[in-house]
């Protein structure tokens, strides 16, 4: 980002770096900065000629701190100064690109990806092209990290490109692979890849850098304006000082320093008592704010604060306290935030993937691993298929973390083995043991050797002889103790894992 204040302010070329050619011509009018105190002398005309942010910037009025005199006029001032964010050797591509001293020289992926986003950044059309192509250029070689870079920037073609490779390279022939780029991309767009993956690249009609449909229509807005309405007690007081409004058009009647005390964020955005909103009617006081949440969720919001209020918080409604948790990190009501925390438990049997990725949003850590555990009794391809909107709103990293979870769970119970020692202690009953353990191994959760199917199918394989490493069947099957016994052992495995540093 430029500067600001940068191209008043002017500095002595004596205390300036020396200029590597050709950026040291005397006749250059500017002088551009780099983050890391690299310094280019280059002409105004050509960067106003190459970038409309720069000729927008160049044609501000600059304010005049004293006038010019007859001797003013015949002193060569030094350069103006602009300090950029980016760094010299970014800056060095965006000005080979429009002086005619030859191409820029984008011989790695980090140049080529920083120059193109410093050039759209200033919208320089032509260092935007070159080094677009650049970037293409590395797809063969690093097929993800360019994709990543791709969705990141919405060039979906290029996308499309990158995609390809990762199919035809069989980069996830081994398991997942990550890299960082992914970190600033939304998990929509990796999601997309990896279906376009397990489909071998037979999804001609997919939009890697734009969400999907799934087939559902989205509920329409209601037309018309709500009629503003009182919210109900305790936030109906005419001795209230401060009106909230919200975005259904309900007053919120509140003290002040009930505020203050319990959502310092939206104390904030109160006005000085001495500013009138003259949208508001005389009997609505002198402090007014209207606030983007609905009056459920403003309402939730101030009665698990207030000393009077009943809240109710629904047991089944993941949708409501999603937005609770919103609001509340947005005005930073930390005892709210502290609450749906205790009560997230009972949240994550009704949309572990949901919960999951909300957790992971929130950086709540302990609360997105309980979460994933859960997920670890549905296959890797059911939680590769599982798609909502919240993926287009978290970056990838969540995303990979339960894939590599999963897998890595999966990978400690391959690697015990199959030896009955190993799995039964020596309190269980010894007398039913099967070598087929393909469904920890695709759902590597203790829940899963107590499902009923899997007991079912365990005892009809001992009942009818079909499996030869289980002794022969007796009247009475000691199948619970088994499955006691080796959901013990998997919960031991799982919690080995390491979930944090995925």
């Known amino acids: ?203 001609q009609e997919l939009k890697f850098c734009t969400a999907h449909a799934h087939g559902s229509k989205g509920k329409g807005k209601r037309g018309g304006k709500r009629r503003v309405s009182d919210a109900p007690p305790p936030f109906d007081s ?91 990190r947005k005005y930073r009501v930390e005892k709210v935030i502290w609450l749906i925390k205790l009560l997230w438990p009972r949240y994550i049997p009704l949309d572990p993937f949901r919960t999951y990725f909300l957790a992971s949003s929130y950086g709540w850590t302990s609360e997105a691993r309980t979460a994933a555990d859960v997920l670890l009794s549905k296959t890797i391809e059911s939680i590769e298929g599982w798609y909502s909107p919240i993926l287009e709103d978290i970056h990838t990293r969540p995303y990979y973390r339960i894939l590599a979870y999963h897998a890595k769970c999966s990978a400690a119970i391959s690697a015990t083995g199959t030896e009955m020692t190993a799995w039964l202690d020596d309190d269980a009953t010894k007398t039913i043991y099967c070598s087929n353990f393909e469904a920890l191994l695709q759902r590597p959760s203790p829940q899963t050797i107590k499902d009923d199917s899997t007991v079912a199918k365990l005892v009809a394989l001992i009942l009818e002889k079909k499996c030869s490493s289980c002794p022969p069947p007796s009247r009475s099957l000691p199948h619970v103790a088994f499955c006691n016994s080796t959901a013990s052992k998997v919960k031991e495995l799982v919690e080995k894992v390491d979930f944090d540093t995925l």
């Open 1 to 203: 980002m430029v500067d600001a204040s940068s191209p008043n302010k002017t500095t002595d070329c004596a205390d300036l770096p020396q200029f590597k050619a050709p950026y040291d011509r005397t006749d250059g009018d500017v002088i551009l900065r780099s983050c890391d105190n690299i310094s280019y002398r280059v002409h105004r005309i050509i960067l106003m000629m190459a970038s409309p942010v720069f000729a927008d910037m160049f044609n501000l009025p600059q304010p005049s701190e004293s006038p010019v005199t007859a001797a003013d006029q015949l002193t060569v001032s030094p350069p103006a100064v602009v300090d950029l964010t980016e760094d010299g050797k970014t800056i060095r591509g965006l000005l080979d690109a429009c002086y005619p001293f030859g191409d820029p020289i984008l011989d790695d992926l980090d140049t080529a990806r920083s120059v193109l986003e410093a050039a759209m950044k200033y919208e320089f059309a032509k260092a935007t092209r070159f080094s677009e192509r650049k970037l293409q250029a590395f797809v063969t070689r690093e097929p993800l990290r360019v994709f990543a870079i791709a969705c990141r920037l919405n060039f979906e073609e290029m996308a499309k490109s990158a995609a390809e490779q990762v199919h035809s390279q069989s980069l996830f022939k081994q398991g997942m692979v990550y890299v960082e780029e992914l970190d600033q991309v939304p998990a929509g767009c990796f999601h997309r890849l990896l279906q376009y993956y397990r489909r071998r690249g037979q999804w």
């Open 238 to 328: 005419p001795e209230a000082d401060v009106i909230i409004t919200t975005s259904d058009n309900v007053c919120f009647r509140v003290q002040a320093t009930f505020i203050s005390m319990a959502a310092p964020g939206l104390a904030d955005r109160l006005p000085a008592r001495s500013t009138l909103d003259t949208n508001v009617k005389e009997d609505c006081g002198d402090r007014h704010v209207s606030v983007e949440e609905d009056s459920r969720t403003l309402a939730g919001l101030l009665q698990l604060c207030h000393p009077t209020a009943t809240p109710d918080i629904p047991a089944d409604d993941l949708d409501y306290i999603a937005c609770l948790v919103h609001a509340a």
